[in-house]
């Protein structure tokens, strides 16, 4: 069974401070996504990442893919009350199916 | 271009009841997949289907089905529900040609308690 390993599950800081939420798996991943969810809606995609060792910047989020393809992490520098939401890591194996993490809850206080 | 849409957003029904959920996918994606949300189980694989043919399906028992119309359109049905099947069912569409690496578009999902 192929099972992605989200941590922390719960966040909650102060705003200004920066955070780190980890992805793990036994198995290699062909792709590795992460997205962002808000209460009501469904999940957005905020990246993709296909190469290991592969860095990708969004603003204020920083997304690196492990080299060996089986972790990956998101960093937020300074977080801001608006990065407030569930964030999900989703791995696509090699049966195409792609199965997500349980989820990081973060709350950013102002 | 309108999202991804699913109906109802709520709906309540009591044990052994069977419920059917609508998906309608972003205009010209093929490919739907359907997730159970719970707090304790994340989001759970059901199924993909991609030109009216189930292509992927996860771990569920049989009382969870789907299936796709030729206008891509899609429903789930769960048949004797059980209280463990109160849940927030998303469903996603993915473009064309985009293939496993392509980004899911998830609709608002439907909420379903079960009591």
Known sequence: ?110 | KAGVTQTPRYLIKTRGQQVTLSCSPISGHRSVSWYQQTPGQGLQFLFEYFSETQRNKGNFPGRFSGRQFSNSRSEMNVSTLELGDSALYLCASRQPGQGDTGELFFGEGSRLTVL
């Open chain 1, 1 to 110: 069974t192929q099972l992605l390993e989200q941590s922390p599950q719960f966040l909650s800081i102060q705003e200004g401070e920066n955070l780190t939420v980890y992805c793990n798996s036994s198995s290699v991943f062909s792709s590795l996504q992460w997205y962002r969810q808000e209460p009501g809606e469904g999940p957005v995609l905020l990246v993709t990442v296909v190469t290991g060792g592969e860095v990708k910047k969004l603003k204020r989020l920083t997304f690196q893919f492990g080299d060996a393809r089986k972790d990956s992490s998101l960093h937020i520098t300074a977080a801001q009350p608006g990065d407030t939401g569930l964030y999900l890591c989703a791995g696509t194996f090699n049966t195409g199916k792609l199965i997500f993490g349980q989820g990081t809850t973060l709350q950013v206080k102002p």
